[in-house]
């Protein structure tokens, strides 16, 4: 089904409604040129015949007139030899091929007017068409315009991200470090927990050494505290 049904619809189309209504402006503008393109090719081939046939009927109406003239003379002749039936009968034949000449020239206004509005036909849809084919292009480098703003917006976005991710990291490694440099001087200084249990082996160990003194101690009758 094509976008116009009659070529009256091209030439009084408006092609920015069409586009501003189209979901795919650049798709619907091919088949609007595709279409334009037939139609062209189908006008200029009725116009084709057209000429054809006007030149055919022109050549009839030459040859017809040409005859008036031939007949006109044969009348002469025969006037200048007495014969005026023979006159008569030239000038009859004579009006027959004018009152043909006439026929075919009534004829051949329809075909005038008819060529003169295929003219006027092809012009207009000559004129939309180079006008379908500047929004075309214009459409294309458009959306090409679009695309490439895209990937570069897009590969700016990205670049964004990534050093933004890059700076994130190099601030954890900062605070890595600055954290690491504060632990460093804590070391050596307090006790790991293996040495706070090791102490408390050895202090229960001297309270036992310490109990089992007193008790010599006492069993020899020496006083302690």
Known sequence: MGIFSRLSDIINANLNALLDRAEDPQKLIRLIIQEMEDTLVEVRSSTVKIIAEKKEIERKIATLRRECDDWSAKAEVALTRGRDDLAKAALVAKAKAAGAAEAMEADLA??????????????????????????????????QSAVNRVKVRAKLYDGRITNAFQRFEQVERSLDELEGKADSYDVGRGKSLADQINELATDDKVDRELAEMKARLAAKGVGGR
């Open 110 to 143: 329809p075909l005038t007017e008819a060529l003169a509005k295929s003219d006027a036909d092809i012009r207009s849809l000559q004129a939309k068409l180079t006008d379908a084919r500047n929004r075309e292009q214009t459409i294309a480098a458009r959306q």
